[in-house]
């Protein structure tokens, strides 16, 4: 009859990654007769597998793994939803608003940006719920996985710490430094994926990695690349033709400032908080009609129907965005003005060296009137 005890130290060895040949050599020389050793080997004839019992796996993993499936679905629905409007952008609005410059540039931001952001987030809640479904298993590749899965995010979250300060980022590097605590030093943890990565698992680890990383420098590269070179159908950055998407409006044009007399960027500096305060359509429409050129009151008479027929909190909410883009008066430091004929370029610095703004302006009768206004905000330099 086999020696139980030798049975479980068998067991136990091969759950451990060791060869039968290596099993018995040691056994042999521990002083065990190869009787005993064969008896104990007889016992289960078959290799027992080394992956863990699922029963084995602590409960943290466990907890860990479910949370990890719940997060892969809500990237995965996220990702989907963003291709989805992407697509929309790029035929529906396209098409319907062709004539209307933002809705040209949203449609370009849809196959520049979105698009493969969306397809980033999705592929990476795929490649999450397969870390999670490896970790519920007891693979250790896919402890290693989730390791670097929540380095990564760390990393992410302390750059946007040290931008904002707030109790969100703080309370997710904290769950982030216990978690990866927990898999690595933990000693059931420890036991539960105590199998060696062999050939394929590393393979598997490294291509997950790399499509891991190529998706962060896409998440990280895109939006900087759109800042700095996304330009309109016209040929100027998305926000050149703000008035051109106002609907119309029974919002007063009274207290107009006065403004004979003045250059354009003494006429900008005056006008400036006033489009600094827009936040509705209705505002923005206002804002046209009393500072803006005859180019740009035209276009917004052009595409009323057009733009009326857009709900309303997607219109205020579109304007809303499009005037927190620029930057307000209180962060510009200092306006180059360059006049040819009755066109005059602003070029404006701010007390962000990345962010720098394009006013043009054209002069009608007395008085200099905005004609267009882009904003670019590259990413800092480090």
Avoid at 203 to 227: D, E, G, Q, S
Avoid at 336 to 362: C, D, H
């Amino acid at each position: 009859m086999a020696n139980q005890n030798l049975v479980d130290y068998i067991n136990q060895s091969r759950q451990g990654g060791l060869s039968d040949d290596q099993i018995r050599q040691a056994l042999l020389g521990a002083g065990w007769s190869a009787s005993d050793i064969d008896a104990a080997f007889d016992i289960n004839s078959k290799p027992i597998s080394l992956s863990p019992n699922i029963s084995s796996i602590p409960r943290g993993v466990k907890i860990i793994a479910v949370l990890g499936y719940i997060g892969s679905v809500i990237e995965i629905i996220v990702g989907i939803s963003i291709v989805a409007i992407s697509l929309l952008l790029l035929t529906v609005l396209k098409e319907t608003f062709k004539n209307v410059p933002v809705f040209g540039s949203l449609a370009k931001m849809g196959t520049t940006m979105f698009l493969p952001i969306g397809l980033a987030i999705a592929i990476g809640g795929v490649l999450l719920f397969m870390a999670s479904r490896g970790l519920k298993k007891g693979e250790s590749w896919a402890r290693v996985f989730f390791v670097i899965i929540i380095i990564l995010n760390l990393i992410s979250t302390i750059y946007g710490l040290v931008k904002t300060i707030n109790a969100s980022n703080v309370s997710i590097i904290a769950l982030g430094l216990f978690i990866a605590a927990y898999l690595l030093t933990s000693k059931k943890v420890k036991a539960a994926f105590n199998k060696q990565l062999d050939t394929s698992d590393k393979k598997k680890l490294i291509i997950m990695t790399l499509v891991l990383l190529l998706l962060v420098a896409v998440a990280w590269f895109i939006p900087y690349f759109v800042n700095n070179n996304l330009n309109l159908e016209t040929g100027n950055s998305i926000n050149q033709n703000i008035p051109a998407i106002i609907a119309t409006s029974t919002a007063p044009t009274s207290g107009i400032l006065k403004l004979e007399g003045l250059s354009p960027k003494e006429t900008y500096l005056k006008i400036k908080p006033e489009g600094d305060k827009v936040k509705t359509f209705a505002d923005m429409e206002a804002f046209v009609l009393k500072y803006g050129s005859k180019n740009q009151v035209t276009k917004m008479e052009q595409n009323r129907e057009k733009i009326l027929a857009l709900p309303q909190s997607f219109r205020d909410s579109l304007a809303s965005f499009m005037a927190d883009d620029a930057t307000l008066l209180d962060k510009i430091t200092d306006i180059q003005e360059t006049i040819k004929g009755n066109t005059a370029t602003l070029s404006i610095s701010t007390v962000k060296p990345e962010v720098t703004g394009i006013v043009i302006m054209v002069l009608e009768g007395t008085l200099w009137k905005i004609d267009s206004e882009s904003w670019k905000h590259g990413l800092p330099i480090k």
